[in-house]
């Protein structure tokens, strides 16, 4: 499957933002969803994921009761709402893909990838 994200830029902090990430290739409701970010100088760490049908959702701690991870399986998208952002927030996010059934938190156990959306956030 391939995966293209989208929706980045910069943002103050206490704004919001919305990523999407559209998949073509492969039967989009065969896969587990998540979005990963990637800080400078830092691992990439798993940010949210959410299951095949949508309805089961998973958080970092970090970013729980701010960001809303959805998707749309009539249009092979997956999205990430972002909400009162803040400067260690500031990353490379990008959206990966699983066939399977349980969301996983980390970059091992993802097939697909796609190419990053930079997100930053001023404070």
């Known amino acids: 499957v391939q995966l293209q994200a989208s929706g980045g830029g910069l943002v103050q902090a206490g704004g919001p933002l919305r990523l999407s990430c559209a998949a073509s290739?492969?039967?989009?409701?065969?896969?587990?969803m998540a979005w990963f970010r990637q800080a400078p100088g830092k691992e990439r760490e798993f940010v949210a994921g959410?299951?095949?049908?949508?309805?089961?959702?998973y958080y970092a701690d970090s970013v729980k009761g701010r960001f809303t991870i959805s998707r749309d399986n009539a249009k092979d998208t997956v999205y990430l709402q972002m909400n009162s952002l803040k400067p260690e927030d500031t990353a490379v996010y990008y959206c990966?893909?699983?066939?399977?059934?349980?969301?996983?938190?980390?970059?091992?156990?993802?097939?697909?990838w796609g190419q990053g959306t930079q997100v930053t956030v001023s404070s």
């Open positions: 290739g492969r039967t989009f409701s065969n896969y587990v």
């Open positions: 959410t299951s095949r049908s949508g309805v089961s959702t």
């Open positions: 990966a893909a699983r066939r399977s059934i349980a969301i996983l938190t980390t970059t091992l156990q993802y097939d697909y």
